[in-house]
């Protein structure tokens, strides 16, 4: 049947507050902490929580160690962070962060227009990031454009696979496929899980509204992590329109539906959804976020 | 593995015509013919063309018969049009619609609020249209609410099998489960095809981000025909904001990366779905719409 090999629960990171933001104006690090509370209420435990990048170069990341030092360590709440180099990787680090995330692309031209290094540099400036983070903090390597380039096209799985391997054996602690431009589909999931495993996490976006129904396949596949941003913010650059990032709130209302346990509270963190699109100054494109969980009901009509 | 249970092909049912344009600002018939026609050129094959209901109340359907007119009968195309009693399929058949869709709903309140019927009243309106209809005009009853009402909640899926069952017996041709609001998940839809069996149509809506997965699922599990409305126009008038129908766009993007057939090239109803997006005057929501296939890429960066 349908419903079989859908597990019994899964993890979700959220990246709303470093992914979601870094493409809006910039938000006051009191304002990020603010949120990242409000996202833990809702029990969220995995959270990428700021980026340690040039102020100059991405001014709506400033201020990550103010924001890492104003939610503090957390008993049984992993806080990541995203470093595109060893000094971003100490600074964090210092800071006190839990986990570090890095991007190497699958696209070669994606990588030179996004990071302006070629994906065997930024290999090896991942690998430099593992030597620093050393056993003690967890690196997750995440490859962008793992289901196809809005440049090159599809990319072939065994490509996507030997990159995972090369950053695995240069000590990433676990690996994230995203797809960066929402060119995923079931099949193309299904293709790249063959040849990399099921251990490892999916970070989805909603360009052509697929967001969903990857997730449900690659959970059916085996997958055990997602990714997936508060409201639905952020995405590429390169992506037009409110098609960003999978919404967390969607994501948490099908596996309320289907029975799988997230740990997160859909009622607060559709709260939290709210102070998203608060601190952002306008809606956010989560479908769920505008029309409430299913089971909320309407009042009954008049007479 | 996941994509076994995927069939080689899919029918797909455009109703955007009708369902789409109906909540829409009047659209003139030349205009709506004008996207039919454009629809038929991308290769749909069932469409839902018009609605013979008062023009006094619902007046963005007006002109229907002037609609099937403009279009005429064509060989290997199946023009639906919606009736919500005995005397629109009367008009319907005097202007040689091929078939007539009519509604019922699963959920009283929604009856009450939507036709201002019981579902008693409505089911014997049916069984009336299928008699008028007789055996050369197929009648497809919509079953509204079928995963859930927002008034009632949950309904149970033995109530919409029992609700098919009386209106099949009644001399529907077919029975149509649509989410009228949203509520279905992968797991709702198995519930309910455990019990009507999967020789339904679906009529899917986004109004919580969940078109895409649900038609997935339900196809997984046998489903073979599918409404869907171009550009996604349409949609409950009780869910709000921009959630309506899933979109064509979006089925027909995904199932050409399955390679499931659906008989529509997806180029050319992008290019129905820019006149849609004329003549209702605003943008569509579809998101494949916004983006362009998963095929077409980007110019290379500069350098």
Same mark, same amino acid.
């Not at 509370?37 to 969220?44: P, Q, T």
């Not at 360009?207 to 596949?221: C, E, H, I, K």
């Not at 990032?245 to 607060?268: M, S, Y």
């Given at each position: 049947?349908?419903?079989?090999?859908?597990?019994?629960?899964?993890?979700?990171?959220?990246?709303?507050?470093?992914?979601?933001?870094?493409?809006?104006?910039?938000?006051?690090?009191?304002?990020?902490?603010?949120?990242?509370?409000?996202?833990?209420?809702?029990?969220?435990?995995?959270?990428?929580?700021?980026?340690?990048?040039?102020?100059?170069?991405?001014?709506?990341?400033?201020?990550?160690?103010?924001?890492?030092?104003? %939610?503090? &360590?957390?008993?049984?709440?992993?806080?990541?962070?995203?470093?595109?180099?060893?000094?971003?990787?100490?600074?964090? %680090?210092?800071?006190?962060?839990?986990?570090?995330?890095?991007?190497?692309?699958?696209?070669?031209?994606?990588?030179?227009?996004?990071? $302006?290094?070629?994906?065997?540099?930024?290999?090896?400036?991942?690998?430099?990031?593992?030597?620093?983070?050393?056993?003690?903090?967890?690196?997750?390597?995440?490859?962008?454009?793992?289901?196809?380039?809005?440049?090159?096209?599809?990319?072939?799985?065994?490509?996507?696979?030997?990159?995972?391997?090369?950053?695995?054996?240069?000590?990433?602690?676990? %690996?994230?496929?995203?797809?960066?431009?929402?060119?995923?589909?079931? $099949?193309?999931?299904?293709?790249?899980?063959?040849?990399?495993?099921?251990?490892?996490?999916?970070?989805?976006?909603?360009?052509?509204?697929?967001?969903?129904?990857?997730?449900?396949?690659?959970?059916?596949?085996?997958? $055990?992590?997602?990714?997936?941003?508060?409201?639905?913010?952020?995405?590429?650059?390169?992506?037009?329109?409110?098609?960003?990032?999978?919404?967390?709130?969607?994501?948490?209302?099908?596996?309320?539906?289907?029975?799988?346990?997230?740990?997160?509270?859909?009622?607060?963190?559709?709260?939290?959804?709210?102070?998203?699109?608060?601190?952002?100054?306008?809606?956010?494109?989560?479908?769920?976020?505008?029309?409430?969980?299913?089971?909320?009901?309407?009042?009954?009509? &008049?007479?």
């Amino acid at each position: 049947m349908t419903l079989a090999g859908l597990p019994p629960s899964l993890v979700v990171r959220e990246v709303g507050p470093r992914d979601g933001l870094q493409a809006e104006a910039p938000v006051p690090a009191t304002a990020r902490a603010r949120l990242i509370e409000a996202l833990l209420s809702a029990g969220v435990r995995e959270i990428e929580v700021a980026a340690f990048v040039s102020p100059k170069a991405v001014p709506s990341m400033a201020g990550a160690a103010e924001v890492l030092a104003a %939610i503090g &360590p957390r008993a049984g709440v992993r806080r990541w962070a995203l470093v595109p180099n060893r000094r971003g990787a100490e600074l964090a %680090i210092d800071a006190g962060i839990d986990g570090l995330t890095v991007t190497v692309s699958a696209s070669e031209t994606y990588s030179a227009k996004n990071v $302006r290094m070629s994906v065997a540099d930024s290999v090896t400036e991942a690998v430099h990031i593992c030597e620093t983070a050393g056993p003690g903090v967890p690196v997750d390597v995440v490859v962008s454009c793992a289901f196809g380039s809005p440049y090159e096209g599809d990319i072939a799985p065994a490509q996507v696979a030997s990159l995972c391997r090369v950053v695995l054996d240069g000590g990433a602690t676990q %690996i994230t496929l995203a797809d960066t431009t929402g060119m995923a589909s079931p $099949r193309r999931v299904d293709d790249v899980l063959a040849l990399t495993g099921s251990d490892v996490g999916l970070h989805l976006h909603e360009t052509r509204g697929a967001g969903l129904v990857n997730a449900y396949a690659a959970a059916q596949a085996g997958v $055990r992590r997602f990714d997936t941003s508060v409201g639905g913010l952020g995405g590429s650059p390169f992506a037009a329109g409110a098609t960003g990032n999978l919404a967390t709130e969607d994501l948490v209302n099908l596996c309320d539906d289907l029975g799988v346990e997230t740990g997160i509270d859909l009622e607060r963190l559709l709260a939290a959804s709210a102070v998203a699109a608060d601190i952002v100054g306008h809606d956010v494109p989560s479908r769920v976020a505008a029309a409430g969980p299913r089971s909320r009901l309407a009042p009954a009509p &008049p007479g």
